[in-house]
């Protein structure tokens, strides 16, 4: 004769197999409530999913929203205004950091790979503006920047 556990529908020979099996595989289960850990499971399972799936979408939404001063900088490149710099130059990097993500609107060129342009222009400290035929050494304020161009913030 074959026993048959009820719950993971498992078959013994004896009767006695069937009962060590249930009381070490099944302690606290009733006939109402078969296989509550499988609920506790699919629960933690969806509950990190959905995490996952905010996290990624918060993180989808930062990365496709303009930045601050998109406006401005469109707006200086339009002008023409031009900033000479280095990437390895802490100053350039400061002054384009100022930008956020707008700092990809602006018209920036590399000292280290346009010597031959920067030489022309006479450009020895960097960041440089070049607005309206003017140079601008140094580091500039947006309100600096504003004021010499004529773009709003």
Aim: proline residues 2%.
């Amino acid at each position: 004769m074959e026993y048959r556990c009820e719950y993971c529908n498992k078959n013994f020979r004896t009767q006695e197999s069937l009962i060590q099996h249930n009381s070490m595989k099944h302690t606290g289960n009733s006939n109402s409530q078969k296989n509550p850990l499988n609920l506790k499971k699919y629960f933690i399972i969806g509950a990190i999913a959905l995490i996952i799936f905010l996290s990624m979408y918060m993180v989808y939404g930062y990365i496709n929203k303009p930045g601050q001063y998109d406006n401005f900088a469109k707006c200086l490149t339009e002008k023409g205004a031009v900033v000479y710099g280095n990437d390895y130059c802490q100053y350039t990097v400061k002054q384009l950091n100022f930008f956020g993500k707008s700092k990809q609107y602006l018209n920036y060129v590399k000292c280290a790979d346009n010597e031959k342009l920067c030489d022309e222009k006479g450009i020895q400290t960097t960041p440089t503006w070049e607005i309206n035929g003017e140079m601008y050494v140094q580091v500039q304020t947006f309100e600096r920047l504003a004021a010499v161009s004529g773009c709003e913030i």
